[in-house]
């Protein structure tokens, strides 16, 4: 069936420090890539999507590209800063569903 | 635009009873889901409902129920609560075209069982 596999946290950053978050998928068919952000107490906001081979989904500094050869959806961020400091869910929803399968959450700490 | 909004934000509850959580999607959404996020098993999901019909279904048993209305409200309920129910159970809201639109989610109720 399909599935997400994060890479394990925490991961622990000094701020402006580059992030990596590894994702990688298994899906039938062509599936959608989403990162969401989850901050203490709180529900979980959208921080960028692709929906195809090779798009790139950004925002506030967040940049991940579909690759579908290697079945990845890295996130990445030049700078982080303490604010960004939150658990990051990779997900997938399967073509024509809007069933989400979440990947286990990597929790960034970042330290000024 | 107002967000999803779900009631109550905490429950406590004992083993036994009955519970039912409530979700007010973001105006125009049509479609709403429901996920259970536990630090043992994560993000699961539960269902979807569609124009009052469920759509799509988890594997979770039949204790867990939902319906929808004809203002795309949601509620889900769980009867004979055990331990394991304890979670944070998150609902999300979409268009429903199944085009790649994301999902956007609410705060979430902490269900709490005793």
């Known amino acids: 069936g399909n599935s997400v596999t994060q890479m394990e946290g925490p991961v622990t950053l000094s701020e402006e420090a580059f992030l990596t978050i590894n994702c990688t998928y298994t899906?039938?068919?062509?599936?959608?890539l989403f990162w969401y952000v989850q901050y203490p107490g709180e529900g979980l906001q959208l921080l960028l999507k692709a929906t195809k081979a090779d798009d790139k989904g950004s925002n506030k500094g967040f940049e991940a590209t579909y690759r579908k050869e290697t079945t990845s959806f890295h996130l990445e961020k030049g700078s982080v800063q303490v604010s960004d400091s939150a658990v990051y869910f990779c997900a997938l929803e399967s073509y024509n569903t809007d069933k989400l399968i979440f990947g286990t959450g990597t929790r960034l700490q970042v330290f000024p | 635009k107002a967000g999803v909004t779900q009631t109550p934000r905490y429950l406590i509850k004992t083993r036994g009873q009955q519970v039912t959580l409530s979700c007010s999607p973001i105006?125009?959404?049509?479609?709403v889901s429901w996920y259970q996020q536990t630090p043992g098993q994560g993000l699961q999901f539960l269902f979807e409902?569609?124009?009052?019909?469920?759509?799509n279904k988890g594997n979770f048993p039949g204790r867990f129920s939902g319906r929808q209305f004809s203002n795309s409200r949601s509620e889900m309920n769980v009867s004979t609560l055990e331990l394991g129910d304890s979670a944070l159970y998150l609902c999300?809201?979409?268009?429903?075209?199944?085009?790649?639109?994301?999902?956007?989610f609410g705060d979430g109720t902490r269900l709490s069982i005793l």
């Open positions: 999300a809201s979409s268009p429903g075209s199944r085009e790649g639109q994301p999902q956007h």
């Open positions: 409902y569609f124009s009052e019909t469920q759509r």
């Open positions: 899906a039938t068919g062509y599936p959608s």
């Open positions: 105006s125009g959404h049509r479609s």
